[in-house]
């Protein structure tokens, strides 16, 4: 029955038979899948279009890096290439229609993740928040986070990610007055 009609099988067939149409059934099926290699290019592609990589700010100036792939669960066998492909990372079911990729460990990023972006260029906005996320990175390695100078680079740096940080709890100013860290006056 069609529920917004109110309309059963039968009334519809007159209906038809009266508008001098035929009833057709209609088969629904899933769509048959090929399963072709993951191509690196693909995966470009999905990063550009579906990957986010973050930065988050915690307590007493920690910071964790992340990257992850959302998808509806129809894709798991596609995101569980890209894991293949990547050599890391894990698959985490959001709700009964999503799936994530994720990496979420700082070593798997610097020998897994950022070899294969270096190799691989982004086209889009998003080659800019890669940018910022290696550059943060990189001021990690060398322990700037530890400095107050070094801390506010990678807040201003990071704050400049991902629709300018609109996404986090927390202002910039908030953030910053939170660990005792002051932006220079201008």
Not at 21 to 45: A, H, M, R
Not at 56 to 76: C, E, N, P, V
């Amino acid at each position: 029955m069609n529920e917004i009609t109110n309309r059963g099988s039968e009334s519809l067939e007159e209906l038809l038979g009266f508008l001098g149409s035929e009833v057709f059934q209609i088969e629904n099926k899933e769509p048959e899948i090929k399963d072709y290699p993951l191509d690196t290019n693909f995966l470009v592609g999905l990063i550009e279009g579906d990957g986010s990589f973050h930065i988050s700010f915690k307590a007493k100036r920690d910071l964790d890096f992340g990257f992850h792939i959302t998808q509806h669960i129809s894709s798991l066998p596609l995101l569980k290439k890209v894991q293949q492909l990547l050599g890391c990372g894990t698959l985490q079911n959001k709700s009964k229609t999503v799936v994530r990729y994720q990496i979420d460990t700082l070593n798997a990023i610097q020998q897994n993740l950022l070899p294969f972006m270096s190799k691989h260029q982004l086209h889009s906005v998003k080659s800019e928040h890669f940018s910022i996320f290696e550059q943060v990175i990189n001021l990690v390695n060398l322990k700037e986070h530890q400095t107050n100078k070094g801390s506010l680079k990678i807040v201003n740096l990071a704050y400049n990610m991902n629709l300018e940080g609109k996404r986090r709890k927390l202002t910039k100013e908030e953030y910053l007055k939170s660990v005792n860290l002051e932006a220079p006056c201008l």
